[in-house]
């Protein structure tokens, strides 16, 4: 059975602390990417890498950044956290190649910065 | 750019009753479309997926979609809702390639009534 997980699903830090969130997928997959979802919003991409070492901003990069060392691993960095980054947060991961291929989720981590 | 729209922000059906969700795409070439479904405290789950072929793809736990190229639609149904259906549903689009991304709607929460 295909898995991803992710380190915490609860996570309650300080205004100004340095924050990871890690993610472990065991599908041998590609790409990987973290989410963030806020009610009404959606599903919005802060970062994606395609491969090891590779990464791409998504469309909320600011305040993130993310590190890709083994395949298997993608790890989430709030560098600052702040209360606007009060959220629930999603790493997915994706089998690249061509053909339809889902992106298979995580249980996610809510993350509350006080 | 990509985009899409779920226009039903809360839907509530009776159990055994018939359900449709709304899910419209602007995405300038072929489309890949996809629908999840998040449960309480839950990562998402694949629903169904459509890139090509027959417009009327079936899923998992009784869902179909419908790809109506004209409308630029893509909606969900159910012909007998049952109350384990109760969640939040995301209409998402994408591209191949290996940098596609996925652009999720901003939702549609589903109740189910006794």
């Known amino acids: 059975d295909v898995k991803v997980t992710q380190s915490s699903r609860y996570l309650v830090k300080r205004t100004g602390e340095k924050v990871f969130l890690e993610c472990v997928q065991d599908?041998?997959?590609?790409?990987m990417f973290w989410y963030r979802q806020d009610p009404g919003l959606g599903l919005r991409l802060i970062y994606f890498s395609y491969d090891v070492k590779m990464k791409e901003k998504g469309d909320i990069p600011e305040g993130y950044s993310v590190s890709r060392e083994k395949k298997e691993r993608f790890s989430l960095i709030l560098e600052s956290a702040s209360t606007n980054q009060t959220s629930m947060y999603l790493c997915a991961s994706r089998q690249a190649g061509t053909g339809i291929h889902e992106q298979y989720f995580g249980p996610g981590t809510r993350l509350t910065v006080t | 750019a990509q985009s899409v729209t779920q226009p039903d922000i809360h839907i509530t059906v009776s159990e055994g009753a018939s359900l449709e969700l709304r899910c419209n795409y602007s995405?300038?070439?072929?489309?890949?479309l996809f629908w999840y479904v998040q449960s309480p405290g839950q990562g998402l789950q694949l629903l169904l997926k459509?890139?090509?072929?027959?417009?009327l793809v079936q899923g998992i736990k009784g869902f179909e979609a419908e790809f109506k190229r004209s409308q630029s639609s893509f909606n969900l149904r159910k012909p007998s809702v049952h109350w384990s259906d109760a969640a939040e549903y995301f209409c998402?689009?994408?591209?191949?390639?290996?940098?596609?991304?996925?652009?999720f709607g901003t939702g549609t929460r589903l109740q189910v009534t006794l």
């Open positions: 998402a689009v994408g591209g191949s390639g290996t940098a596609s991304k996925l652009t």
């Open positions: 599908m041998d997959h590609e790409n």
């Open positions: 459509y890139f090509s072929g027959d417009t």
């Open positions: 995405y300038g070439a072929t489309p890949y």
